[in-house]
């Protein structure tokens, strides 16, 4: 096996990384009995192994079983169509010759199991018989076959060991050999056998549909047989879930806040209303230019909620204080529409327009950058509209809604008010 690392030239004199990977992949594996696998060495500094976006590895306590069951997930994982330059860090090595003793044959002949060992290693590993002095150095002497008697494994059979009654008879009358590849190595991780697969995500597939894929093969393993991801993949989970345990908080912590500007438990989520939409507006732009919500496009999400609410927060604090005035909902809003409708256009064109040459992927690494610019063009085209339509909208429902629920509570509690009864112990005057 051999590596060899390339520097690509400016990206305005070439394909993009993705396509150049695919046409090396395909012209060097055109090769009978060549097998490439192409790696980005950029994503080698998010795990301690080999860096590849797909990282798992298949574990159990019996061996044999292991193997087998992780070149059957090999296979499957490979007709699937998700991945890639799909590899395995369980190697074979060159063959060695494995000679198992007859225990019964040898005992019948009156061979001892210890003389069968040592006949082969002193023949053909060598035994030291004594040391010699040259120079003041002392330097072991071995004894062992020439190198052309113990270069076959047909060469074995001509050895002969001596029984217990002084007699000679071929070895191989007393073993049975067979020619296996050798192990170079037995991994283990954590305290368990494992072996371990690495993997490129395919052309139009994600990191997360072949993760998903890994684990519904895993559910068809043998018993004591499982799968554990690691490398990259554990990154990737790691980080979408901090990603989205941070969106979350982000809703959370804008609704306290304007809940506490607005002293309202109603204005923030008319605030808020305007988020779906946003994210609607960017998982379609996403959609439309053929690229997937990753960790990067999610980072652009982020920002996206940052800065859809302040076209909603505009709308809403001028219509509070048009009603603070004596207008309605209805009026308050047709009134902040226009008078918003300036400042609302501006910043959000600045922030689209200062989008636009990192969606546009025109510079190095703009790869990981123009899922995030897209995310941000296309969720705030979308809110830039219906945020003069949705939420103004919403304002004046909610807020028709919560006048009617409160004139039934009122209704309610008035209705509950019975007369005083008369008490009679108090004279009635008449007048």
Do not use: C
């Amino acid at each position: 096996s051999g590596n060899m690392n390339l520097t690509l030239v400016p990206q305005d004199q070439r394909m993009s990384q993705a396509e150049f990977a695919q046409v090396i992949r395909k012209e060097l594996n055109s090769y009978p009995g060549l097998r490439a696998v192409v790696q980005d060495l950029s994503q080698a500094g998010f795990t301690a192994q080999r860096g590849f976006p797909v990282e798992f590895s298949v574990r159990g306590s019996d061996w044999d079983k292991l193997v087998e069951a992780s070149q059957s997930l090999k296979d499957q994982l490979q007709a699937s169509g998700k991945v890639v330059d799909l590899d395995t860090d369980y190697q074979l090595g060159q063959p060695e010759l494995r000679i198992t003793p007859d225990r019964a044959r040898a005992a019948d002949v009156g061979v001892p199991i210890q003389a069968v060992a040592s006949t082969v290693n002193a023949l053909v590993g060598g035994v030291r018989v004594g040391k010699y002095s040259s120079g003041g150095r002392r330097i072991d002497v071995r004894m062992r076959l020439l190198a052309d008697q113990r270069s076959r494994p047909e060469d074995l059979s001509l050895l002969k060991v001596r029984t217990a009654n002084n007699t000679l008879v071929p070895l191989s009358s007393l073993v049975t050999q067979q020619e296996l590849p050798a192990l170079q190595a037995i991994t283990r991780r954590d305290r368990e056998r494992a072996i371990s697969l690495f993997a490129n995500v395919a052309p139009g597939s994600n990191q997360e549909e072949a993760l998903a894929t890994v684990e519904q093969l895993g559910k068809n393993l043998p018993g004591g047989i499982r799968v554990v991801a690691g490398g990259a993949s554990v990154a990737f989970r790691d980080s979408q879930s901090s990603l989205i345990f941070a969106l979350f908080m982000g809703i959370a912590v804008a609704y306290m806040v304007l809940g506490a500007q607005f002293n309202s438990f109603l204005h923030p989520v008319t605030v808020l209303t305007i988020l779906p939409l946003s994210v609607a507006g960017a998982s379609f732009a996403l959609l439309a230019t053929g690229n997937t919500l990753n960790i990067f496009s999610m980072i652009g999400l982020l920002l996206l909620m940052g800065i859809v609410k302040k076209n909603s927060i505009i709308l809403v604090d001028y219509a509070l204080q048009q009603r603070e005035l004596g207008l309605d909902a209805m009026q308050a809003m047709l009134r902040a529409g226009p008078v918003r409708l300036r400042p609302i256009l501006m910043t959000s064109t600045a922030t689209m327009m200062s989008a636009v040459p990192a969606a546009l992927a025109l510079g190095a690494g703009s790869e990981t950058r123009a899922p995030m610019s897209i995310a941000v063009l296309g969720g705030l085209s979308v809110s830039t509209v219906l945020s003069l339509l949705v939420v103004p909208a919403f304002y004046v429902v909610a807020d028709r809604l919560k006048t009617r629920l409160g004139n039934r509570l009122r209704r309610g509690k008035g209705g509950d008010e019975t007369p005083q009864a008369h008490d009679a112990s108090r004279p009635v005057t008449e007048g």
